[in-house]
């Protein structure tokens, strides 16, 4: 895949399929428009997603930077999902000040000849949104691309988005958010060396130290299964700052797999996040710690026997 970022200057020389949006998370709204955008490829259209660096709502509305996942995590999804060109806008007034018109005619036309275009129900587009799907719809006419609204993914009657993702996140709904998602959420970086407290007490972990723009879910003990160069492997991860062990600046990501024994530091490794089991606990001591600890792996254990 072709990822272009933090530019824009892009061209893409052959006739495109392309899908406009924010993209965060690649829930199953996202990914149903992706498959029209796919479906092209027999066509001879080279599929495109068109986003931004940053998510201009959440900036305009003064809310939290984070995301869902990182831009490189999505890279990667995308690149899977068979897009053949990533393009991260940046949301700079060049770009936020155009008219809807001169959007189409410079940057979807002109730049990525765009032959068909997909776009959820509730698009908008150009400076102050005022630019719509009928817009789009006409503009389509005129500039010779064919224009298809895709109607919206319910779960519980509710329309799938990224805020309500983001609420399940914030709740610790791990099962609903994985639900709206379509695949399990996750955390990915390269392991690190930590304080090794974990194979003092005999029960080694990995460490990750998240980007400060990934949404996480709230500080506690989780049921995860974590994909190593290895194979994969259940196991428990806390999140939050370790407040037993004297506490840490950077909320951090911990995991002990079942069943693992090696060194894995430096190795890029992605845990995914299946249920959440208790909050993050400050003990009198490490032999308390130790029997939680040993608690919440009989916890998971009986979790995965259950599943299987």
Known sequence: ?????????????????????????LHRGHRELMKHVLARKKEGLTPVIFTFEKNPTRMFQGLSGQNIMTNEERRDLLADAGIEELLECPFI??????????????????????????VGEDFH??????????MLKSL??????????????????R??????????????????ANELLGYRYFVSGEVLHGRQIGRTLGLPTTNLLPSSQKLLPPNGVYLT???????????ITNIGYKPTVGGETQ????????????????????VEFIEFERPEQKFKSLEELK??????????KSKIYVKS
């Open 225 to 235: 299964k974590t994909f190593l160069e290895e194979g994969d492997y259940y196991g």
């Open 159 to 176: 329309d799938i988005s990224s805020t309500y993702v983001r609420e399940a996140l914030h709740e610790g709904n791990i099962p609903l």
């Open 291 to 300: 029997a939680r600890i040993l608690s919440d792996v009989y916890w998971g």
């Open 140 to 157: 389509g006419k005129q500039y010779g691309f064919l224009v298809e609204v895709v109607k919206k993914v319910k779960s519980h009657g």
């Open 125 to 134: 587009f150009g400076f102050q949104r005022k630019g719509d799907c009928a």
């Open 1 to 25: 895949m072709n990822y272009v970022t933090g530019t824009t200057t892009f061209q893409i020389e052959s006739p495109s399929a392309v899908s406009l949006g924010k993209f965060d998370g």
């Open 251 to 270: 909320k951090g990501v911990e995991t002990f797999l079942f069943d693992f024994q090696g060194d894995l530091y430096g190795q890029k490794i992605c």
């Open 93 to 118: 007034p060049q770009i936020s000040h155009m008219e809807p018109e001169r959007f189409v005619k410079e940057v979807l036309v002109g730049q990525l000849h765009a032959a068909f275009v997909a």
